[in-house]
Nanobody, 126 residues
Framework: QAQLVESGGGAVQAGGSLRLSCAAS????????MGWFRRGPGKGREFVAT???????FYDDSVKGRFTISRDNAKNTVYLQMNSLDTEDTAVYYC????????????????????WGQGTQVTVSS
């Protein structure tokens, strides 16, 4: 089992920035792909960004160029730097971890992930 704890959420004005962190503990000896998802008001949970163990990244088009996902494997931590925030980015952000079974796969679907954090709220006001 791996436990994931997100931090760094909060309230910010449109155009501002936030950095989310996700610390993993427990089963971190396995190679884990990490991802960020979000659920906005009245919406389902949607993919935001993912990073493989070897730091290959992929983003949803809605955040490409504004958000950056990164990881520090020594600290078992993944980050999501969010710039140029818009009110549409208001959501609960969830960190997730997937046991990598292929070095070529991209982990963009919820059902690919084995572990989830509790979520952290991000609120962007106009």
């Amino acid at each position: 089992q791996a436990q994931l704890v997100e931090s760094g959420g909060g309230a910010v004005q449109a155009g501002g920035s936030l950095r989310l962190s996700c610390a993993a503990s427990g089963r971190t000896s396995s190679r884990l792909a990490m991802g960020w998802f979000r659920r906005g008001p009245g919406k389902g949970r949607e993919f935001v960004a993912t990073i493989t163990w070897r730091t290959r990244t992929f983003y949803d088009d809605s955040v490409k160029g504004r958000f950056t996902i990164s990881r520090d494997n020594a600290k078992n931590t993944v980050y999501l730097q969010m710039n140029s925030l818009d009110t549409e980015d208001t959501a609960v952000y969830y960190c997730a971890a997937a046991t990598e079974t292929s070095g070529f796969a991209l982990y963009t679907r919820e059902d690919q992930y084995d572990y989830w954090g509790q979520g952290t709220q991000v609120t962007v006001s106009s």
